[in-house]
């Protein structure tokens, strides 16, 4: 089982600012990973897959970057949209595993 | 559009059995992987289990393996999800989603189907 460690789990934030979510890996996953955007009572929507590839529709404030171990989402210039929990996901090898989670709430 | 909808949850004893559907529409349903993933109420995600295109590959989560099994039916368009020997902590509300093209990720996801378990 590949172990995932997302940080931080809780993250303040103001509109406007820049935020790194990070997510390190128990061994080597290449680029499969993906980011995840989750609103209370509402399905995740995928960000970004292949640990930089954003999917189509979502917007150029978000990024990511990182390969083997380490990777991270960054926001640049948040909106009030943008408040929400995000989650990491490798899906290299079965048995797929999320990250736990990052609440980003408004400062 | 892409449509997944998930159906068959409920409220079900301990030790009982459920099945879950996926009805998938909007999409060629025998070109891609799918899997099934979960949300314990307050919680995070957990993927529970996934499906190849053929059934050639599939593969679950540890806390699942054994209880539970994943299927297909390409000729209906549908995944499924049978549940046995249920556990309290298999409380969750069950999502359906796609895996994307070359393995890009999970998108779209259902709007999820709700199993309780209590008695």
């Known amino acids: 089982v590949i172990w995932m460690t997302q940080s931080p789990s809780l993250l303040s934030a103001s509109t406007g600012d820049r935020v790194i979510i990070s997510c390190r890996m128990s061994?080597?996953?290449?680029?499969?990973l993906a980011w995840y955007q989750q609103k209370p009572g509402k399905a995740p929507e995928l960000l970004i897959y292949?640990?930089?590839t954003l999917q189509s529709g979502v917007p150029s404030r978000f990024s990511g970057s990182g390969s083997g171990t380490d990777f991270t989402l960054t926001i640049s210039c948040l909106q009030s949209e943008d408040f929400a929990t995000y989650y990491c996901?490798?899906?290299?090898?079965?048995?797929?595993?999320f990250g736990q989670g990052t609440k980003l709430e408004i400062k | 559009e892409v449509q997944l909808v998930e159906s068959g949850g409920g409220l079900v004893q301990p030790g009982r059995s459920l099945r879950l559907s996926c009805a998938a529409s909007?999409?060629?349903?025998?070109?891609?992987?799918m899997h099934w993933v979960r949300q314990a109420p307050g919680k995070g995600l957990e993927w529970v289990s996934g499906?190849?295109?053929?059934?050639?590959?599939?593969g679950y989560a540890d806390s699942v393996k054994g209880r539970f099994t994943i299927s297909r039916d390409n000729a209906k368009n549908s995944l499924y999800l049978q549940m046995n020997s249920l556990r309290a902590e298999d409380t969750a509300l069950y999502y359906c989603?796609?895996?994307?093209?070359?393995?890009?990720?999970?998108?779209?996801w259902g709007q999820g189907t709700l199993v309780t378990v209590s008695s």
């Open positions: 989603a796609k895996e994307g093209v070359a393995v890009a990720g999970f998108d779209p």
């Open positions: 909007g999409f060629t349903f025998d070109d891609y992987a």
């Open positions: 499906i190849s295109w053929n059934s050639g590959s599939i």
């Open positions: 061994q080597g996953i290449s680029s499969y």
């Open positions: 292949a640990a930089s």
């Open positions: 996901q490798q899906y290299y090898s079965f048995p797929y595993t």
